[in-house]
């Protein structure tokens, strides 16, 4: 299995790497060559959901042992190993991946005319970045796919987005470099540190190795946050640096409207759907585990910027005129609730974050396709310009409607499974912020079904075309749209209604960072203990349980 | 030791420097070449010919140097192969020449990336016509090689001076060889009036040292001041005189890498001067120069490095740490204003220096000296060749366009897609994006940088990794222009021709460089881990007296005063033996060039675990090396002192017990020899 995954990881690489050799290739071919491929790569990669065990703390299908070393000898002086492997974590995220990059594939299907074959190409690599970085179980390795999304992703906006596109890729570039090298610098001084203090001196680059020798050092400093120099705080805003721009939280987040407004819907689809997972998953494969301290001492200011995060997207998002932009800001809204998960600290909300992520990418990723069918066919995003398309693309409706449900976390779709945990964990552990954010819920819900009555409903309302399609039909929703489209609403409804399985994999791993987090709360004596904090885990716990059920 | 000792040369040192040999004579091959049969060629046919005679005489420095590093070193078998009896290549001497170049597998494998490097910049040159020189102009490159070689491989003051010169003279003159542009020759000007100025400091420098120590020997000086007792990082409190000599070392060796505040040559000449001459100057001399700046700071004065193992006291730890900052920061903003492609690459090839400054006071401070030094060899090796190869597309830029901007880059990326992904690669490289090499040169120099057990000076270390790395995000700003012009802008004005194999070349060896050590860095890490071994171990032959000038002049401090001032009256424990004129003694030193016998105390030295340990000489003191493979050598069997009459053998009786104790790795080599002494 081990040699599955990486073939999973590499074989988009390969695709890309063909398509870049070619670059005189049709579009015809260019996007046939780029759909086997990943049709392939997810097909890999659900066998390796499908096999892959539920109980298991331990990553799977790494190269070595269970329990280390995981990988194969890299650098061998400096221990850096390149091991892949998967663990409940990072599953459903790899999986999503692979799904997503299918719809994306097919947004692009027609609207991609110029340079083709390169355009498929960097769609293909940034699929390899991704994989690999869900994958990764070594941190230098984990750092390359990192910093390796960047490139494809800044070509696509830079060559194939809208007239900003230079301004945006630019900008998408440089905030992102600047976040990821503090990130680095953290990352250093975590194996620094696990070097010098950990029993025997051990050098180590392996993530799980690193969280467990981080949790037993022999430095009685780590183990204690009394301000913002003690090392687990110091090395928890380092991380976070990173993590924070690419998920993106409050302030952090003016990349993200920019990038997302200029690039293409295929560069849309995954930016949203799964770049931004990348940044909950650091935090939580990173700050939470390694560095759990730094949350508990932070806890105030980190809630306070999600909960701000939320609120401020949901508002936003509710100004917006163009459709993507409000899509765009709306992540900004449901990537706070996930953070906000997170620092619930508890097994519920932190549960619900993971889950919430690969729901976000499916409904998000949905939401921008529905918008990149309406564009390719007016070529504006201006919510007054359209109306009662419902009559003109009664397939979009459908699609449209049935994300906005799910993305507004109606019951019985994904979004319910996820939100509705991150608010019990948040309300046990805070109530006066479960509380706040559960507004943005609710204006999630008001902008979302706003934006589907001004496009969907009331009297039909069409742009003048222009240019080439001056008069010409509008096109129904096409096979390709719908084969893209069709598989994230199945998995809409089948997380909302069978939530189970997913969480399933999922929770054996959280319990013991959830542990290790609640744990650590009462032992740090210097702890910010805010007064809104009223512990009362055992009802919240149980209402979370039934509502994760 | 007698006076008579023999004075003979061993011919085998020759056959050492036989691509210094192979490239100087071959400078004057070629000029030869074009005053004789050449004179009535055209210009460019000429250029051609030359190019291409040139080229044959680097190949045959090529040779030499690896089949010197093959016979030498023993590689593949080679030895068996290849051995007259005359050149007794079982022994393979650390040093050469009296102790004045070292010839060990550091410099061998530095002079074979010198000349790898050379070749590249070579057949960069013969990409367009700049002037009609071209003799002068081939011979000249050439010999500033030699100089750069022979800079790697000083392994005294004195050497390293002329060297240094040598190189940097040859240097000024190639800076100005456009002559129908005003800049070439301005770049030029101003590139000798700085260069000579600061040499001049350099130089003034080098005679303080050498009146502090009385020797100009590098590891004879590391010897004198290494403190007796306690922690052999002494720093440099309240030792005015050391300050002063250090400052002005540093503000030679700041100008000719490039640091800032010495930096201001670097944008106009860099500008000014042809792009090979450009490529050449920011790769070739910028290589030695840090090579000789390592062996400097951490080899002679590595005991003036700092204090009490932190980064912030008096020593040159501070101060180059200081110079890192100021050189990281400032070229980095600098960089940014900048449109013009060879001025953005000179500024950020000040960045670059404050980058490597940080591994250098990285190498100074920590306890794994020569792990740090490994890894600055490795970033200087990956930038000498990403470098050449950006170089390289300002000289495609100048050949086409006659000018370059970064705006005329525009388009080049849909023209000639296959170079532009190359070009990219090199600037991702330079950023340090991984899996590039550029990434892993700042990973291991940062990581050794923040690798430090003492929690004083780690704080510090912190704060400027954390400032390169900040940097690193500023550096992208401007490489990322350069990717922007290429892929996101349409081509505008005149279309670049394709690059020929001339340009093309450079491009194409960086982009293998940055990608093939990216993907897999592990050979070139641990060839210059192992390579950075001896370069900080021995060095200099300490045969007879300049060891025991070393012992003497150490004798002379007080051993019980204060480990950091250097105290020029005798000690009242070493008075009585060494005669009441001290003064005297000074000024009759032993005779400077000893003989060479093996009998005499021939330092021997672990070459990184590949040069056999000779040992042969009675008298041979066995030096400890820091790296964690040599403990072997602190086992080595005490052997027989040289006879001598000096004071020296006195002193050392009275000090070994101390030494023992203390537990100094610097201190462990003279133990044995003090310990046979005793009964």
């Keep these: ?549 | 030791m007698p006076p008579t000792a023999a004075f003979t040369i061993n011919f085998r040192d020759f056959y050492v420097l036989a691509p210094e040999i192979v490239l100087a004579l071959w400078g004057l091959v070629v000029l030869l070449y074009d005053v004789g049969w050449l004179r009535k060629l055209p210009n460019a046919s000429r250029q051609q010919k030359l190019g291409w005679i040139t080229l044959l005489g680097v190949f045959g420095a090529l040779i030499a140097a690896i089949h010197a590093l093959m016979v030498r070193f023993n590689l593949y078998g080679m030895q068996e192969l290849f051995n007259p009896a005359w050149m007794d290549f079982d022994r393979p001497e650390p040093v050469i020449f009296w102790g004045t170049l070292a010839g060990d597998l550091f410099t061998e494998t530095i002079n074979l990336f010198l000349i790898l490097m050379l070749l590249v910049a070579i057949r960069l040159s013969m990409a367009w016509s700049f002037t009609d020189s071209w003799g002068e102009y081939f011979a000249l490159i050439l010999w500033s090689t030699v100089g750069m070689m022979l800079l790697a491989a000083a392994e005294e003051l004195l050497t390293l001076f002329l060297t240094l010169e040598t190189m940097t003279i040859c240097l000024y003159l190639c800076t100005s060889f456009e002559k129908n542009k005003r800049r070439s020759a301005e770049g030029g000007l101003k590139y000798f009036v700085y260069g000579s100025v600061s040499s001049a400091l350099f130089l003034f420098g080098l005679s303080l040292l050498y009146g502090l120590t009385g020797t100009t020997e590098l590891y004879a000086i590391k010897m004198v001041f290494t403190p007796e007792t306690g922690d052999s990082h002494i720093g440099l409190a309240g030792n005015v005189s050391g300050m002063t000599a250090l400052l002005l070392m540093l503000v030679g060796f700041g100008f000719k890498v490039a640091a800032v505040p010495f930096h201001q040559w670097a944008p106009d000449a860099y500008e000014g001067a042809p792009a090979p001459v450009t490529a050449w100057i920011a790769t070739g001399s910028k290589v030695a120069s840090f090579v000789a700046l390592m062996k400097v700071l951490l080899l002679g004065l590595a005991p003036w490095s700092n204090h009490m193992r932190d980064v912030a006291t008096p020593g040159w730890v501070g101060v180059v740490a200081a110079l890192a900052a100021a050189s990281m920061t400032f070229g980095n903003l600098a960089a940014l204003a900048q449109r013009n492609l060879k001025r953005m690459l000179a500024y950020s090839s000040i960045a670059h220096a404050g980058y490597m400054l940080v591994g250098v006071a990285a190498a100074g401070y920590s306890s794994r000296h020569s792990e740090s030094a490994g890894s600055v060899l490795y970033y200087l090796i990956i930038y000498g060749f990403t470098n050449l190869g950006a170089f390289a597309v300002a000289a495609w830029l100048a050949r086409d366009k006659d000018s370059d901007d970064i705006s005329d880059l525009n388009g080049l990326g849909f023209q000639y897609p296959g170079l532009a992904v190359c070009i990219l690669l090199l600037m991702l490289s330079l950023i340090g994006m991984p899996p590039l090499a550029g990434f892993f040169g700042k990973l291991y120099m940062f990581m050794e940088a923040l690798n430090e057990k003492n929690p004083e000076g780690r704080l510090t270390m912190l704060w400027l990794v954390g400032l390169g790395l900040l940097n690193s995000v500023v550096s992208a700003f401007y490489y990322v222009r350069v990717l922007k012009a290429m892929f996101l802008r349409p081509a505008e004005g005149t279309v670049v021709a394709p690059a020929g194999p001339a340009i093309a070349l450079p491009i194409v060896v960086g982009t293998v460089v940055a990608l093939g050590f990216g993907i897999y860095p592990a050979p070139l890490v641990d060839l210059m881990k192992s390579a950075a071994v001896p370069m900080l171990d021995v060095s200099g032959e300490l045969i007879g007296s300049s060891l025991e000038r070393a012992m003497w002049n150490r004798a002379r401090r007080a051993p019980t005063g204060p480990p950091t001032d250097v105290k020029l009256e005798l000690p009242a424990s070493v008075a009585p033996q060494a005669g009441s004129t001290a003064p005297q003694a000074e000024s009759t030193p032993p005779p400077l060039l000893p003989g060479t016998g093996k009998g005499q105390g021939a330092a021997s030295k672990k070459g990184g675990g590949m040069g056999k340990g000779a040992g042969k000489g009675a008298g041979a003191l066995k030096k400890k090396g820091q790296g964690k493979g040599q403990d072997a050598s602190k086992d080595a069997p005490p052997s027989d002192q040289p006879k001598t009459d000096s004071p020296t053998k006195d002193a050392e009786k009275t000090e070994a017990p101390k030494k023992n104790e203390s537990g100094s790795d610097d201190l462990k080599k003279a133990a044995p020899k003090a310990d046979a002494a005793k009964p």
């Design chain 1, 1 to 549: 299995m081990a040699t599955l995954l990486v073939l999973t990881v590499f074989l988009p690489f390969v695709g890309s790497l063909v398509l870049f050799l070619q670059p005189k290739l049709e579009k015809k071919t260019a996007r046939m060559t780029a759909l086997i491929t990943a049709l392939v790569t997810l097909a890999f990669s659900l066998i390796l959901t499908a096999v892959f065990k539920p109980d298991v703390t331990t990553p799977q299908f790494a190269a070595g042992a269970p329990g280390g070393p995981y990988g194969w000898n890299w650098l061998s002086g400096a221990k850096i190993q390149f091991a892949l492997g998967l663990d409940g974590l990072s599953v459903w995220l790899f999986a999503l991946t692979a799904v997503l990059q299918i719809t994306a594939i097919f947004a692009s299907w027609e609207s991609i005319t110029e340079r083709p074959a390169h355009h498929y190409a960097f769609l293909l690599a940034l699929e390899t970045g991704l994989l690999g970085l869900f994958a990764s179980l070594d941190v230098v390795v984990f750092y390359i796919f990192f910093e390796f999304t960047l490139i494809p992703l800044f070509f696509l906006i830079g060559i194939w987005g809208g007239p900003e596109r230079r301004k945006a890729s630019i900008y998408f570039f440089l905030y992102t470099l600047a976040g990821s090298l503090l990130t680095l610098l953290g990352v250093i001084a975590l194996v620094a540190i696990h070097y010098q203090h950990s029993a025997g001196h051990v050098l180590t680059f392996s993530i799980p190795e690193l969280t467990h020798g981080l949790a037993n050092l022999k430095w009685p400093g780590w183990h204690s946050a009394t301000s913002l120099t003690s090392p687990q705080v110091f090395i928890f805003l380092l991380l976070f640096a990173g993590f924070a721009i690419k998920v993106p939280m409050f302030p952090f987040h003016t990349w993200l409207p920019l990038a997302h407004v200029e690039s293409p819907t295929a560069g849309s689809i995954i930016l949203a759907g799964v770049l931004l997972k990348v940044g909950g998953y650091g935090l939580l494969r990173f700050n939470m585990s390694m560095t759990p301290l730094g949350a508990v001492y932070l806890f105030q200011f980190l809630v306070t910027l999600a909960v701000i995060g939320v609120i401020y997207g949901a508002l936003t998002a509710l100004a917006q005129t163009d459709v993507k932009k409000l899509v765009a800001y709306s992540s900004v809204s449901h990537m706070g609730f996930i953070v906000l998960g997170l620092f619930a600290m508890n097994p519920t909300g932190i549960d619900g974050a993971v889950i919430q992520m690969v729901n976000h990418g499916l409904t998000t990723g949905a939401l921008f396709a529905c918008v990149g069918v309406l564009y390719e066919r007016y070529h504006t995003r201006e919510m007054s310009e359209l109306g009662g398309l419902w009559n003109r693309l009664p397939l979009l409706a459908f699609f449209l409607i049935l994300s906005s449900l799910g993305s507004a976390a109606v019951p019985g779709l994904n979004g319910f499974v996820g939100e509705f945990p991150i608010l019990a964990g948040m309300f046990a552990k805070n109530r006066t912020a479960a509380v706040l954010a559960a507004t943005g819920m609710v204006l999630g819900a008001y902008y979302l079904l706003w934006m589907v009555q001004r496009v969907l409903f009331g009297p039909l309302r069409e742009p003048h075309q222009h240019g080439d399609h001056a008069h010409a039909e509008v096109r129904p929703v096409g096979w390709h749209e719908i084969a893209g489209l069709t598989p994230l609403m199945v998995l809409i409804v089948l997380i909302g209604v069978l939530p189970a399985p997913f969480l399933a994999r999922i929770n054996p791993v959280i319990e013991p960072i959830a542990a290790r987090l609640e744990s650590s709360v009462p032992t740090t004596g210097g702890t910010p203990a805010p007064e809104v904090t009223h512990m009362n885990p055992a009802p919240a716990a149980v209402v979370a349980r039934q509502g994760s059920r």
